[in-house]
């Protein structure tokens, strides 16, 4: 059974928003883990983007999303949320919601042990 499952994403026109979850496994993540979205274009590297440490309720993002985007966490409904506004072209590619067991050691750019499958966000311009 999956650890990660998202769902979301779509294809917006720059400006737009779009919003992205993330179901996982309480009994697999339950006190202390970091959990977050990576993304990766096309012809690029995976990178981090937002990640948050559950043990000390932090959250982290990279500068290019920072006040655009919102990391959000439903522990009733298990769901990890992406909130994203202001898109833009450069936001396009695959999203990966990942998590490991442990903090964030500080930052958003974590060591996943966990993958979901990835959802698609295209921004147009």
């Known amino acids: 059974q999956a650890q990660l499952v998202e769902s979301g994403g779509g294809s917006v026109q720059a400006g737009g928003s779009l919003k992205l979850a993330c179901k996982y496994s309480?009994?697999?993540?339950?006190?202390?883990?970091?959990m977050g979205w990576f993304r990766q274009a096309p012809g690029k590297e995976r990178e981090g983007v937002a990640a948050?440490?559950?043990?000390?309720?932090?959250?982290y993002y990279t500068d290019s999303v920072k006040g655009r985007f919102t990391l959000s966490q439903d522990d009733v409904q298990n769901t990890l949320y992406l909130y994203m506004d202001s898109l833009k072209p450069e936001d396009s590619g695959m999203y990966y919601c990942?998590?490991?067991?442990?903090?964030?050691?500080?930052?958003?750019?974590?060591?996943?042990?966990?993958w979901g499958q990835g959802t698609q966000v295209t921004v147009s311009s």
């Open positions: 990942a998590a490991v067991n442990g903090g964030c050691d500080g930052r958003y750019s974590f060591s996943p042990e966990a």
């Open positions: 309480p009994l697999v993540y339950r006190y202390n883990y970091c």
């Open positions: 948050r440490d559950s043990g000390l309720r932090w959250t």
